[in-house]
């Protein structure tokens, strides 16, 4: 089993940054993949940006250069560094681990972009 703690959600500004961090625990290892998803209210789970152990990143295209994903290895942390934030961006932002037959996800934390 693998555990996932987000934090850094919250409220913020249109233009303004948010960072959020997702710290794994339990049967992690450099294998998993580890990445973010978000789900806002009525619509689809949609991918946004993932990791490898090695730090090959994969990251979905409305990100438009705005986010970036990161990795601490020796903490088993992944952070999503998010600029520009839109109102489009309003969603719960959901950290995952996947490694072949496992997924694994964290709470989510909101993040809201409103004037």
């Known amino acids: 089993q693998v555990q996932l703690v987000e934090s850094g959600g919250g409220s913020e500004q249109p233009g303004g940054s948010l960072r959020l961090s997702c710290a794994a625990s339990?049967?992690?290892?450099?294998?998993?993949?580890m990445g973010w998803y978000r789900q806002a209210p009525g619509s689809k789970r949609e991918f946004i940006a993932s990791?490898?152990?090695?730090?090959?990143?994969s990251l979905a295209r409305f990100v438009e250069g705005r986010f970036t994903i990161s990795k601490d290895n020796a903490k088993d942390t992944i952070y999503l560094q998010m600029n520009s934030l839109k109102p489009a961006d309003t969603a719960v932002y959901l950290c995952?681990?996947?490694?072949?037959?496992?997924?694994?996800w964290g709470q989510g934390p909101q993040v809201t972009v409103a004037s």
């Open positions: 995952n681990a996947k490694y072949p037959f496992s997924s694994f």
């Open positions: 339990g049967d992690i290892h450099n294998g998993y993949i």
């Open positions: 990791i490898t152990g090695d730090g090959v990143v």
